[in-house]
T-cell receptor
Framework: AQSVTQLGSHVSVSEGALVLLRCNYS??????LFWYVQYPNQGLQLLLK??????LVKGINGFEAEFKKSETSFHLTKPSAHMSDAAEYFC?????????????FGTGTRLQVTL | DAGVTQSPTHLIKTRGQQVTLRCSPK?????VSWYQQALGQGPQFIFQ???????QRGNFPDRFSGHQFPNYSSELNVNALLLGDSALYLC??????????FGSGTRLTVV
């Protein structure tokens, strides 16, 4: 079974600082990888996805992630944090069984942005 | 274009009761998946419906059941509610070559 591990349940950065949220995956086949953001009392919004094309994936709101097969990592970065980036972030891997697929999520990283 | 719509947004039930949650998928999507997100955790896959059939199921007891209708909308039913069933229930729809789109969820509280 595929899995993801998010290192750091809480990350705090200053406004304008680099954001780095870590995700490592485990998969026996080339994975599809995703980052989602969740604001309080809301559902999940897709930030970006990797589907075996370019290894550097650009997403919404200035976020990007780099797929590194040798490190089994898919870390999320943003050059300059904004107060509005404060939210919960989830890394997920898509696991296919026959014709069906499901997402397996990490436990999440809460990003706090301070002045 | 409406996204995924879930109802109700909040629900309070008593232990032992039964609950039904509803989901309307995004236009053009034919597959509906349900996830349970306990407080402070990542979402956990419950099951997926396609062409009105349960196509895949996660590690959830039979108390959790579902249905998909011809218009692709879906229901999640939970019987004999336990306190541990309190969670945010998320519906996600998808289609051919289309990524998952999540609804805002139904917050279920079991007292």
């Amino acid at each position: 079974a595929q899995s993801v591990t998010q290192l750091g349940s809480h990350v705090s950065v200053s406004e304008g600082a680099l954001v780095l949220l870590r995700c490592n995956y485990s998969s026996s086949v080339p994975p599809y990888l995703f980052w989602y953001v969740q604001y309080p009392n809301q559902g999940l919004q897709l930030l970006l996805k990797y589907t075996s094309a370019a290894t550097l994936v650009k997403g919404i709101n200035g976020f990007e992630a780099e797929f590194k097969k040798s490190e089994t990592s898919f870390h999320l970065t943003k050059p300059s944090a904004h107060m509005s980036d404060a939210a919960e972030y989830f890394c997920a891997v898509s696991e296919r069984t026959g014709t069906a697929s499901k997402l397996t999520f990490g436990t999440g990283t809460r990003l706090q942005v301070t002045l | 274009d409406a996204g995924v719509t879930q109802s109700p947004t909040h629900l309070i039930k008593t232990r032992g009761q039964q609950v039904t949650l509803r989901c309307s998928p995004k236009s053009g999507h034919d597959t509906v998946s349900w996830y349970q997100q306990a407080l402070g955790q990542g979402p956990q896959f419950i099951f997926q419906y396609y062409e009105e059939e349960e196509r895949q199921r996660g590690n959830f007891p039979d108390r959790f059941s579902g249905h998909q209708f011809p218009n692709y909308s879906s229901e999640l039913n939970v019987n004999a509610l336990l306190l541990g069933d309190s969670a945010l229930y998320l519906c996600a729809s998808s289609g051919y070559r289309a990524s998952y789109t999540f609804g805002s969820g139904t917050r279920l509280t079991v007292v």
